[in-house]
């Protein structure tokens, strides 16, 4: 394991996990994510994503229906034996027995096709902005991701950047990542690397100058020799801020809050580390201009194990 530890505004230090190897890391390698209010407008609103490569709107969903959407998941997940039996679907409380994990997986397979979840990712005032952000007609990708994370076990998702897995189409593409549900740092949110989206621009840059002999399908796929395995960036959090002189910076996230980031913005998860046992939940979803090309790829829903 990697630890990154992190000294939380009004509470003691917090230990994060993450895969690799163990590591100690200097204050000056981790930070936090800069909160921004939906109302100061489109145009500022664009100017900070341009910046930073990411934007976290603060509260821009209903909390209520976030927790609501929550609450539905995991009363459909509690048949795999996922939560505490008898407890509120909507805390998301782990169960003291391993859930059955094909079930589980199937039941999220149907999740993510149900109309309960297309409306969530489509409900009107997401849709709205992101036409304006976008100048013109949004495009929802079909393929949308919709992940549970149990606290005590050590799944993190390695860094990389998105266009890895997108590069059949434009690379104009945003993505939103949603937590569905209250996600403090223990929890392992989506941590960002500061600054990344040049760094995840140069390297694709780079990847582009190796990969000329390639076929078109080998140039699209995360899996071609001139990537590592997965299209990860590396599973070494702490090396990566060290090798880059740079930080992760991390939230303290909230029911309602969305984060749009750049499909070269380099982001992790941390492992759940609850003390209170709650499941993460989240769900990333990816929006373009109907117009710009369109990764055919992506236009069938999510199925795990489906390479992507």
Known sequence: MSSLAVQSRDAPAVELFADGKRLSTAPNRMGRLEATDPGIG??????????????????????????????????????????????????????????????????LMALVRSAAYEGFCAQPRLTRFMDQLLSGISYLHKRKIMRFTRPGTPTATPAHYDLVYLRGGTSRIVTAWIPLGDTPVDMGGLVYLEGSHAIGKRMEEAFAEKSVELSAEERISAYNRNMSEGGWVSKDLPDMAERFDTRWLIADYEAGDVVLHSPYMIHASTTNRSAEGRIRLSTDIRYQNVEDEIDARWANHWTLGDML
């Open 42 to 107: 489109l145009e500022a609103i664009r100017e900070r994503y341009e910046r930073d490569g990411y934007v976290w709107l603060k509260g821009f969903l209903k909390r209520d229906d976030v927790l609501t959407f929550r609450g539905f998941v995991f009363s459909h997940l509690a048949r795999s034996g996922l939560i505490e039996a008898g407890s509120d679907p909507a805390l998301g409380l782990v169960s003291g027995a391993e859930p059955e994990k094909q079930l589980a997986d199937r039941i």
